[in-house]
């Protein structure tokens, strides 16, 4: 028994077309698949003041946002705060402290669980404290928010509080 194997010389056309084609739609699959689900784009920032209203709130606040860049809904579930004595602790994600904020505010609706559909953002507000201020100026600092869809807690690190500079009379 003896098999033959023969080549063409000449290139088709149609079959260089349908190389290109598969090969696009496997690479679009792929892309589909890791960008599929909710994703979300979080900020954290200190120093916060709350006004409106003719009102200037006197207490200084820690904002937390995420914004829903996904195609799928997700619940918002917990937001904590990490805190790691050096770069190499929080690479291997050994953190020193670790702490929930239970009560967050913010705008109405905005409470915890909450449901964060695709294009909508989450806003929290902790009040900013002294203990806060001196942690995030001493150890690295990172809050996260942790949500129904997520493999592994998303950590935002919060840039060292400086003091705010009172006016010399």
Same mark, same amino acid.
């Given at each position: 028994?003896?098999?033959?194997?023969?080549?063409?010389?000449?290139?088709?056309?149609?079959?260089?077309?349908?190389?290109?084609?598969?090969?696009?739609?496997?690479?679009?699959?792929?892309?589909?698949?890791?960008?599929? !689900?909710?994703?979300?784009?979080?900020?954290?920032?200190?120093?916060?003041?709350?006004? !409106?209203?003719?009102?200037?709130?006197?207490?200084?606040?820690?904002?937390?946002?995420?914004?829903?860049?996904?195609?799928?809904?997700?619940?918002?579930?917990?937001?904590?705060?990490?805190?790691?004595?050096?770069?190499?602790?929080?690479?291997?994600?050994?953190?020193?402290?670790?702490?929930?904020?239970?009560?967050?505010? !913010?705008?109405?609706?905005?409470?915890?669980?909450?449901?964060?559909?695709?294009?909508?953002?989450?806003?929290?507000?902790?009040?900013?404290?002294?203990?806060?201020?001196?942690?995030?100026?001493?150890?690295?600092?990172?809050?996260?928010?942790?949500?129904?869809?997520?493999?592994?807690?998303?950590?935002?690190?919060?840039?060292?509080?400086?003091?705010?500079?009172?006016?010399?009379?």
């Amino acid at each position: 028994m003896s098999f033959n194997f023969t080549f063409q010389s000449d290139l088709n056309p149609v079959t260089i077309y349908s190389a290109v084609v598969s090969t696009a739609v496997a690479l679009w699959q792929v892309y589909v698949r890791f960008t599929d !689900g909710p994703r979300l784009r979080v900020k954290v920032r200190g120093n916060q003041i709350l006004a !409106g209203g003719g009102h200037i709130d006197p207490k200084t606040y820690i904002s937390v946002s995420a914004a829903n860049v996904g195609n799928r809904a997700t619940t918002i579930e917990v937001v904590g705060v990490y805190t790691y004595s050096n770069w190499w602790k929080r690479f291997r994600r050994k953190h020193d402290s670790l702490a929930y904020i239970v009560n967050i505010s !913010g705008p109405p609706g905005h409470s915890i669980p909450h449901l964060l559909e695709p294009g909508r953002t989450f806003m929290g507000l902790a009040i900013q404290t002294e203990d806060m201020a001196k942690l995030s100026r001493d150890k690295l600092t990172y809050f996260t928010i942790s949500h129904s869809m997520a493999k592994r807690d998303r950590l935002v690190r919060l840039r060292p509080i400086e003091d705010e500079k009172k006016p010399e009379d």
